[in-house]
């Protein structure tokens, strides 16, 4: 039996929960199909999914095609949350992209392709709402062609009745000129044995199995993307759907006798708080009461003993005492564990990005301030299955704050801290998160026991501007031995955390620090064996010592502003593109040379994410509500004005004279020893 982990991606509204619930129902495995409406899907199992009609949280369900088993994956499609979608997509055999045959290509459809084809999963779209009316064929098509990948194939001719319940769509037989012209033309250009072939034949058709294997094989490859159409409310063209499914997308590789290797895509607590990891495996098998190292690529190693395992099976999971390579299993008694966590093999951690970071960021303030304790325990605990909410807690003006993606997430944190743990909160207004990069080459140092270095430790450091994209880098200009291993540590770890906050307060980022002076004092002990903190270098003296000396560094560098961007492109009536320009000047947004096609305007460029939701508003009206506006994250750029400037959450290496009052008052009350 083969495995099949398939993701089913879409844009918000295009139909991706009814589309699997058919699916289960035509695989048989639920004898009544849920409505999303009415808030009874199988994946929708959150109250707040089925009140809100969306999908927030990634779900699993596995039904058997022949001698497959599908793990089928459904997936958020608000924009909102897209960091729930990339996790999914580290565990992907497959998937199914689904575009509304009314809406057509919608700016999100566009990101999951994109991500979808950079990644190389093998991809199938199903064009859905054939039975609504305004749905379309021809020009969905021509949409997916043009704006999502010139490398489609539909699998059959025009949809009868489209727009009706009678809606059909009836694929091409095998060796039907229409599909053998249309597979030939596509897969000789990315084949040459079937060029030749098909030269050597005198330009005589090719032969359909030959051409339906090689269809199977450059889909495999993610290279080609074949079409269906249908709809998931009438289930016309799901059956053909699932026998691409199983003809098409390639299943999962076995090696059950290999080395333990899987990757943790989402981490749930049960009712008594403990923690289940749904871990996709990969290569090897995991046990009951088996002992298995779990961490993150680079990182620390834990180890945990496996108290219980469940797997996905006829559209349930149940209770089994070990899991194989390409299941889907959820994991307990991994009291550690993390999304993004390998386990056995670390080296298979996935902590590659996908899609953009978030870029906004609002203050929680609950209510009443009385709740602030609980509030921490309880955003933690979402950290912990969204880890990009990022809490940033300010000790000193006694906030918390997290990391959005946009509104409609806000409010779906602030009702589950209110449905899941009593706590009612409000946000103050979002604000766009920056970073700051460095502008140029700066160095600093302290020498123990000189000049007015309180600190028993010598620190040096250099920063130096990386390549955009390349994060932090730490090296070392020292002997690696030339201080104990724990000191080294401290000194990597505090520079990772002080760049969280540079000289404008936001994360430093596409930089190389250096440790170039280093020192220590031996641990000291009186003649009676009472070891003398005050004589010997501890830990808590590089922790203290490094930030100063780390942001004197960046001070003589100095550091540019970078705000988020998002490129834009917007179709609107030619006679309102003068008012339009007027409105990006406004908004500090870059707009490209507009393409002008008779009565209609195409205009593309880049806005600050800080205005995308004015331009949204203002559209409408500026465009006798005909305007149609596509937005995703591009890039960051430099500020250009006033430096917007973040509070500090730390105590201020910057301000030598109170961080020493600070640390100095804090260390002589208890330090850590080397």
Not at 100 to 105: D, K, L, R
Not at 490 to 496: G, K, N, Q, R, Y
Not at 568 to 591: I, M, N, S
Request: charged share 20%; aromatic share 4%.
């Amino acid at each position: 039996m083969h495995t099949l982990n398939l993701g089913i991606l879409a844009h918000v509204d295009a139909g991706k929960t009814s589309l699997t619930e058919r699916l289960l129902h035509t695989a048989g495995i639920i004898d009544e199909i849920g409505r999303v409406d009415d808030g009874n899907t199988q994946t929708d199992s959150l109250a707040l999914e089925r009140q809100r009609g969306i999908t927030i949280k990634s779900a699993v369900v596995s039904f058997a095609v022949d001698d497959v088993t599908v793990n089928l994956i459904d997936t958020p499609g608000h924009p909102d949350f897209i960091a729930e979608v990339e996790r999914v997509l580290s565990v992907l055999d497959g998937a199914v992209l689904v575009v509304s045959a009314v809406e057509g290509v919608q700016a999100q459809t566009r990101v999951l392709m994109r991500t979808l084809q950079r990644l190389r999963i093998p991809t199938l779209v199903f064009v859905n709402k054939t039975d609504r009316a305004g749905a379309r064929y021809g020009p969905v098509l021509r949409e997916i062609a043009e704006r999502l990948t010139p490398n489609a194939v539909a699998m059959g001719p025009a949809v009868s009745g489209l727009g009706t319940r009678d809606a059909r769509f009836a694929p091409y037989a095998a060796d039907d000129p229409r599909l053998t012209g249309r597979l030939t033309d596509l897969l000789t250009e990315h084949d040459d044995a079937l060029l030749a072939a098909y030269v050597e034949g005198g330009g005589q058709a090719l032969a359909p199995a030959r051409l339906r294997a090689e269809l199977a094989a450059q889909t495999g490859r993610a290279l080609v993307h074949p079409v269906y159409f249908g709809s998931a409310v009438t289930g016309e063209g799901t059956a053909a759907l699932i026998d691409g499914i199983k003809e098409l997308l390639p299943a999962a590789g076995s090696a059950a006798d290999g080395p333990v290797s899987g990757t943790v895509f989402k981490v749930e607590r049960g009712p008594a708080g403990e923690k289940t990891a749904w871990v996709r495996m990969f290569s090897g098998t995991v046990r009951t009461r088996e002992r298995l190292p779990f961490g993150p690529g680079g990182g620390a190693v834990a180890e945990g003993k496996v108290t219980g395992i469940s797997v996905f099976a006829d559209g349930t999971d149940t209770a089994a005492a070990s899991v194989g390579p390409g299941r889907i299993a959820k994991l307990r008694g991994l009291g550690d564990i993390r999304i993004g966590d390998a386990v056995g093999d670390i080296g298979t951690a996935t902590t590659g990005r996908h899609f953009a970071p978030p870029t906004l960021e609002s203050v929680v303030v609950p209510v009443p301030p009385a709740t602030r304790g609980e509030l921490h325990f309880a955003l933690a605990r979402l950290a912990e299955q969204d880890p990009l909410i990022n809490l940033r807690q300010d000790d000193i003006r006694k906030e918390i704050s997290v990391s959005l993606y946009g509104e409609v997430q806000k409010e779906v944190i602030q009702a589950t801290l209110a449905d899941e743990f009593g706590i009612d909160v409000s946000f103050r207004g979002t604000t766009t998160i920056c970073l700051e990069r460095p502008s140029g080459t700066g160095a600093a140092f302290e020498i123990i026991d000189k000049d007015d270095n309180p600190f028993l430790a010598t620190v040096g450091l250099r920063v130096d501007p990386a390549p955009i994209g390349s994060g932090l880098r730490y090296r070392l200009e020292v002997e690696l031995g030339s201080m104990p291993y724990s000191l080294m540590r401290a000194v990597e770890e505090t520079v990772v955390e002080t760049l969280g906050q540079g000289l404008y307060g936001w994360h430093v980022t596409d930089c190389t620090v250096t440790l170039t002076h280093s020192g220590y004092w031996p641990r000291q002990s009186h003649s009676h064996a009472v070891f003398d903190k005050s004589m010997s270098s501890t830990a808590g003296d590089f922790r203290n010592l490094t930030p100063l000396v780390l942001m004197a560094a960046l001070q003589r560098a100095g550091t540019t502003v970078y705000e988020p961007m998002h490129r834009f492109r917007l179709e609107l009536p030619a006679d309102t593109l003068g008012p339009l320009l007027a409105l990006l000047a406004h908004l500090h947004a870059v707009p490209r040379t507009p393409s002008v096609d008779a009565a209609h305007c195409v205009l593309e460029g880049e806005v600050p994410a800080a205005r995308v939701h004015e331009l949204q508003q203002r559209i409408p009206g500026l465009t006798r509500g005909e305007g149609v506006l596509e937005t995703a994250f591009d890039s960051h750029r430099p500020v250009t004005g006033t430096v917007p400037r973040r509070s500090r959450t730390d105590h201020d290496p910057l301000n030598r004279k109170e961080y020493l009052l600070h640390t100095v008052r804090r260390a002589g009350a208890g330090g850590d020893e080397a």
